[in-house]
């Protein structure tokens, strides 16, 4: 329960996640944590809490350094519950304290969940507080992740603390993202990004110009590790991924009840193997759907099938299906296949949650009675060969 220095006077004061597995659907194998961050100045400032499980963890690191009490100024950067939920204890410790928050959503916000008349000063882009030394800059970017969200900046320290901008899932004692690797980093940045913040291209863009205005040597987000050595990198990923920069790979997903749709998606994948197209297979019995979505985000095409039970799609389709659709990649190529005993309605429904998604068709969909013959699965791999 110790904290960790940033610079003299800037310590990181959260807490660990190591059993989460599952933030609202998205698996997150690895935990994660709840990124608070505690200046010391003439005024005492916490950036963010945590969820309200691990707030026992963030007043252990906060009073190795000063008594709680004499937090002056909690930021609040973001009202969801993983940031806010030990605001009404650290309040209990430290009533006096003033709770900076975005105008009008954040302080909206508070207020519906925690139900207190806490003393609000809400901010808006522009605004600033001096605490001594330093001068901290709010900058609102709704909707990255919710329509609260800001962003605190001290050009002081050089360090713009984030909030969900830049998070990723990672548990681990180490802090700083070169204690850890790029390749990582950016894996988990990725897979945060594709199941959290993907809807929200527009906004991040808006947000990158920002960003790439400021002065930064630190990037501290509000989950896993701080950026410092790796900033260019994680900067131009967001810059891709924010315009759903494909990377011309296909993903074939698929459900099956007695391998028949499982047959017609090897077919589908040997049309890519057959163009040289690098191409991943994910049947939905094996693979969780947001760790699909992470593919998804960057693929160029994306296939699904599923077989037809009681006039429908399998569920696990369905459910991919669903999850795609709220989270809105852009400018992909979809293609739907399946096999059906006698009324195969699953396969237009696929193809229907496709063009839902507003993606391009790359062939009308392909269904096949019962089992697949050898005849069958090598004409829907010439048909898409054709069309690839
Ligand atoms: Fe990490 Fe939108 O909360």
Not at 80 to 91: A, F, V
Not at 96 to 120: C, M, W
Not at 140 to 166: E, G, R
Not at 332 to 338: L, R
Request: glycine share 8%; charged share 20%; aromatic share 12%.
């Amino acid at each position: 329960m110790e904290p960790i220095k940033i610079t003299d006077s800037v310590y990181w004061v959260g807490g660990i996640d190591w059993k989460l597995r599952s933030f609202h659907g998205y698996r997150t194998p690895r935990g994660s944590t709840y990124n608070a961050y505690l200046i010391i100045d003439e005024k005492v400032t916490l950036i963010d809490t945590v969820k309200s499980y691990l707030v026992d963890e963030l007043i252990a690191r906060v009073s190795k350094i000063i008594d709680p009490s004499k937090i002056d100024y909690i930021i609040s950067n973001h009202v969801e519950m993983d940031h806010s939920g030990g605001i009404p204890r650290l309040m209990e410790l430290a009533p006096n304290a003033v709770i900076y928050t975005s105008f009008p959503n954040g302080e909206k916000g508070l207020k519906r969940h925690y139900k207190k008349d806490f003393n609000f000063k809400p901010v808006k882009t522009g605004d600033s507080l001096n605490i001594g030394k330093r001068t901290l800059s709010f900058v609102t970017v709704p909707m990255i992740h919710w329509p609260d969200n800001m962003i605190t900046y001290s050009a002081y320290d050089k360090i713009l603390f984030s909030n969900d901008a830049f998070g990723q899932h990672i548990a681990s004692t180490q802090r700083f993202d070169d204690e850890i690797g790029l390749d990582i980093l950016i894996e988990e940045a990725k897979s945060y990004y594709a199941n959290i913040v993907l809807p929200y291209g527009a906004q991040v863009q808006g947000a990158l110009k920002v960003v790439s205005a400021l002065d930064i040597e630190v990037i501290c987000p509000s989950h896993g590790l701080l950026i410092r050595s790796y900033i260019q990198g994680v900067l131009n990923s967001y810059a891709d991924w924010c315009v759903c920069k494909d990377d011309g790979t296909a993903i074939v997903v698929y459900d099956t009840m007695w391998g028949s749709t499982e047959k017609m998606a090897y077919a589908v994948m040997n049309a890519f193997e057959a163009k040289g197209i690098k191409a991943r297979l994910f049947g939905l019995q094996q693979n969780h759907y947001s760790d699909i979505m992470t593919h998804a985000m960057t693929a160029k095409y994306i296939c699904v099938g599923s077989p037809t039970l009681n006039n429908n799609m399998l569920p696990t389709v369905a459910a991919f299906l669903t999850y795609m659709k709220g989270l809105a990649p852009k400018g992909k190529i979809g293609f739907a296949f399946g096999s059906y005993g006698w009324s195969g309605q699953s396969v237009g429904q696929v193809e229907e949650a496709l063009k839902e998604c507003k993606f391009e068709l790359l062939d009308n969909f392909v269904k096949i009675p019962y089992i697949p013959d050898e005849e069958e699965l090598d004409k829907l791999t010439a048909q898409l060969i054709e069309k690839i």
